[in-house]
Every structure is written in C-alpha cells, then in structure tokens.
C-alpha cells in the first residue's frame, strides 16, 4: 500500500506534493537522528521544520538573531507522518505562508526524502512577531511582509 492509498484509508488528507510549496531548503539527516526502530525519530522533524524556516528567514536577510528588533515565538505547531526518513537521507524542505496575519503567520513545512514528489512528513508553526524587548505583539514589518507574501500559498 503506498502513503497515498494509505491516507485514503485512514480518512486522512494525502500526502502534500512538491509543486505545492513555495521556496525550498536541503536539510541533512544525522547519525543521532534514527531511533532504536531505524527511522528518524519524530522530534526531529520539529527541529527540521524550525531549521528550515528560520534558515530561510535568515538567508533572504529577514532575521537577525542576535540584534533583530522582532523575533517569531512559536506558539502553535503540529505534524502529520506520511511516510519514514531515516540517516542518510537526504532531505528537501518545502515551505509555504498559509496565513500572513498583522503579527502572525502560519508556515507549513513539507519534507520530502530526496527528490520524492511526495512529502514523508508535513507539519506547521505559527510564530507571532513581538518587539525583542517588550516581548509585546508587534506589526510584521514591511520588508518581512512582503516577502513572506511571495510564498503565500
């Protein structure tokens, strides 16, 4: 039974697709990432959504992380499993905006094992921007804004 057939049967959603996301990170497995059933344990693919979007953030030179006036707090996320990564894989991250609110977004991630139309693993966060000081809800700035706007889906 492929995932696909798989999710059908449960009544879940299918697996997402590679052309249904917006811009793209490769991500390395580790070692220490499998777990004793030879797959890669599922906290790790927290830490894989996180690794790409902040990457992501920080290569197009929207975050600063050490003198930014705004950070993202995550205060939602959630994950669906479609199929297993394991060490070495190679893996693709997939990112998309699903909502780009006045201090929120919501980003979707989906890992793809090599070049696997088919995403193993979905998941998403929401990060509210606050002032770095106050900690205080603050308004997207325009520049973050606007190109988070680019890879609404």
Same mark, same amino acid.
Request: some cysteine; aromatic content about 10%; glycine content about 10%.
């Given at each position: 039974?492929?995932?696909?057939?798989?999710?059908? =049967?449960?009544? $879940?959603?299918?697996?997402?697709?590679?052309? /249904?996301?917006? =811009?793209?990170?490769?991500?390395?497995? $580790?070692?220490? &990432?499998?777990?004793?059933?030879?797959?890669?344990?599922?906290?790790?693919?927290?830490?894989?959504? &996180?690794? /790409? #979007?902040?990457?992501?953030?920080?290569?197009?030179?929207?975050? &600063?992380?050490?003198?930014? =006036?705004?950070? +993202?707090?995550? @205060? %939602?996320?959630?994950?669906?499993?479609? +199929?297993?990564?394991?060490?070495?894989?190679?893996?693709? =991250?997939?990112? $998309?905006?699903?909502?780009?609110?006045?201090?929120?977004?919501?980003?979707?991630? +989906?890992?793809?094992?090599?070049?696997?139309?088919?995403?193993?693993?979905?998941?998403?966060? @929401?990060?509210?921007? #606050?002032?770095?000081?106050? !900690? !205080?809800?603050?308004?997207?700035?325009?520049?973050?804004? /606007?190109?988070? /706007? %680019?890879? @609404?889906?």
């Amino acid at each position: 039974m492929t995932a696909s057939t798989e999710s059908q =049967a449960a009544g $879940r959603p299918e697996p997402g697709r590679r052309g /249904a996301y917006r =811009a793209f990170l490769p991500l390395t497995t $580790r070692w220490a &990432d499998n777990d004793v059933y030879g797959h890669m344990n599922n906290v790790v693919h927290y830490a894989l959504f &996180d690794t /790409a #979007v902040n990457g992501w953030l920080i290569e197009n030179g929207l975050l &600063d992380i050490h003198a930014g =006036a705004q950070i +993202g707090l995550v @205060v %939602e996320t959630g994950c669906r499993y479609h +199929g297993e990564l394991a060490f070495p894989d190679p893996v693709m =991250a997939g990112i $998309r905006v699903a909502r780009l609110g006045r201090s929120s977004v919501r980003y979707e991630v +989906g890992l793809f094992r090599g070049t696997s139309e088919i995403a193993a693993a979905e998941g998403f966060f @929401v990060h509210v921007y #606050v002032d770095r000081a106050t !900690r !205080r809800p603050a308004s997207i700035d325009g520049r973050l804004r /606007a190109k988070l /706007a %680019e890879i @609404v889906a």
